[in-house]
C-alpha cells in the first residue's frame, strides 16, 4: 500500500527515525531465555535462488553472485520493505545448508552494521516486528559457527529493535501491521533475557486489537483473505510463546482464534490455497493448513457467508462468491471491485479465477487489477461496481473505492438437485438504474456449475433512470470468466461453447443459452514471486440490455467420460506472499 506524502506522514517518518536511532545506541545487552524454535515456513527453491545471486521480490528480479540483499532494498524502494521484513530468512533455513546459512549470516550481520543504529532504513513498527520474529525463529541458525562476541552483538540489536518497537507501536495504525509490531514485542520480550517487561503492556494491546479489529464473524475490515491467515498465524505464534514461557493464553486471542479459524475454512478452496480477492493471494503453500492445525480449532463455517464470501462445496469442487460490498474508506486502500465475482476450483485445480492483485507489477497493473473487469462477474461496460478515486489532497495517496454498492444480497437454498446461491448487488442502480443478480447453482456431486445472469430494474425511478441509458443504443454488458493460466481453452466447433482442459486430465465445457455473444480473449493471472503477469484467457458473454430486464444462462459441466476421481499430484500454482 502506498503512503500518503502528507506532513503528517513526514512527521511520523521523522519520529520513527528519531526513536530508532536512540534504540540504537542504547546501551542494553540480553541472550535467548532459551534455544528457540522455527515457527515459519519456507521455500527450498527460493533459498536456492537467493544462494545463486538471484532476487525475486514483488516481481522484480534482479541477479547478480556479487550483490548484497541490501543493495536491492536500497536501489529498488518498492520492494524495501519486504526485504527488511526479513521473510527470506524461511527460504534460507528451509534450504538449510551451509552455504545457505552463510547468505542468512552474512545478510543479518551487514544489516546491523549498516542499519542497526536507527540512522537508515527498515526502522517501521510492522516492519521491525515481523523481522525480530524472523530473527528470533532462525537464531540458532545464524548463530550457529559463531563466536561469543558476535552473539552479543546480534542479540543486542535484537534487545535494540525491542526496545524500538515498545515505544512505538501505538502510533501504528490498527491492522495488520500493527499486530506484527506488538506479537514482535511479546516473541521478543520472552525470548530474550531481561525483555519480559515488555510483554504485559503488548499482550493487553494485542487482546484490544483482537476484540476492536476482529469481529463477531471472524472477520476483518480489509477483507483480505490472505492478511486474515497472517494474522491468524501471528496469534497462534503469540499464544504458543506465552505457553512456552509458562503464562495462560489470553482469553481474548483465544477468542479471536476461535473466530478467525471458520472463516478462513470458509475461504480455502479445494487446492489448499485462499479465495484471491481485495488484494491477497493464494497464500503460500502449506501456511493455511499449519495456521488451521496449530489453532488446536475444530469448528467448521456454519452461516451463509464469512467475512461477506459466500461458498458451495460438492464432490471435487469449491466455488467461492464474493457476496458482500467492498471495504470503504482507508480500509479500501487495497480493495477491488469485485462485488459477486466468483471463483471454481475442481480438485487441485483451478478453473475461474479472479485476476488477482497487479500491486506487485507497477501502479497501472495495480489500479487496473482493482476494477471489475478484472473479476469473474458481470458489468456494465465502461463502469465498475465500485468506482476508484484517488484522494486527490494528497500526494501520493493511495486509490479508495467509493460510491460502492449500498445492498448486496446473498441466500442460500437446497434443491433437489444440489444448493444454489441467489445474489444481487445494487452498484449499477444510481447510473443506470439497474440491479445485477446472480444465481449459482452446484449439483450435488460438484459435477456441473448453472449460473444466471440478470439486469433488472426495481422500482418506476429505476425505470426512468434506465430509459436516459437505453436511449443511445441500449446498455452495453459483459459477463467474464478468467481462466487459471493451466487451463487450456478452445472454442467447440460450433463457436457456442468453450471446452476447458485441466492439467489433471479433466474436461469441463462452457456452454450459455444464445441470450450473448460467446468469445474467448486474453487474460492474465497476476501473482507474487512471478516476474511479470502471466498468460491466460477469459470466457466472455457480451451484449446490448435493450429493456427492463436482461437475463443471460450459462453453465460450466465436467463432461461425461471425465472419472469422479482424478490422481493428481502435480502442484497447483506457484507460491505466494504478503508483504
Known sequence: MSQANTWQHRRLR???????????????????????????????????????????FSGLLVEGRNYSIWDIAEKHPKVADEVHGCGWLDDLAALGDEKARNCAQTWVFEWIDRYGNGSHAGWTPGVTGRRLIRWINHGMFLLRGQDRSTAYYFHQSLARQTLFLSRRWPITAPGLRRFEALAGIIYAGLSLKDMAHHVPTAVTALEQDCETQIDQSGAIATRNPQELLEILSLLNWTVKSLAD?????????????????????ALRHADGGLARF??????????????????????????????????????????????AAPPTGHHSADAHASTLGLELTSGRRPIIVNCGSGAR????WRRASRATPSHSTMMIEGVSSSHLARTKRIIGGPDLLTEVPTRVQCNMTATSTGRALELSQNGYQPSHGLTHARILLLSIDGRTLEGEDLLTTLTPDDETICDQALAIAGIPYVIRFHLHPDVAASLAADAKSVVLTLKSGEVWLFQHDSAANLSLTASVYLQNGQLKPIAAQQVVLSGRAMAYATRVRWSLAKSHDTPTAVRDLAQADPTDTID
Open 14 to 56: 521523522f519520529m520513527h527515525r528519531v526513536h530508532a536511532r536512540r534504540a540504537g545506541r542504547a546501551k542494553v545487552a540480553t541472550a535467548f531465555v532459551s534455544a528457540p524454535e522455527p515457527r515459519t515456513i519456507g521455500v527450498v527453491e527460493r533459498g536456492q535462488q537467493l544462494t545463486t545471486g538471484a532476487f525475486l
Open 245 to 265: 514461557a509458562g503464562h495462560a493464553t489470553p482469553p481474548a486471542l483465544e477468542s479471536a482464534i476461535k473466530r478467525i479459524v471458520p472463516t478462513l475454512r
Open 278 to 323: 481485495h488484494g491477497g493471494g493464494r497464500g503460500l503453500d502449506g501456511r493455511l493448513d499449519a495456521a488451521l492445525a496449530a489453532s488446536g480449532v475444530k469448528d467448521m463455517p456454519g452461516t451463509v457467508t464469512h467475512m461477506g464470501f459466500a461458498r458451495l462445496v460438492a464432490g471435487r469442487s469449491t466455488l467461492i462468491v464474493d457476496a
Open 361 to 364: 507489477f507497477g501502479e497501472d
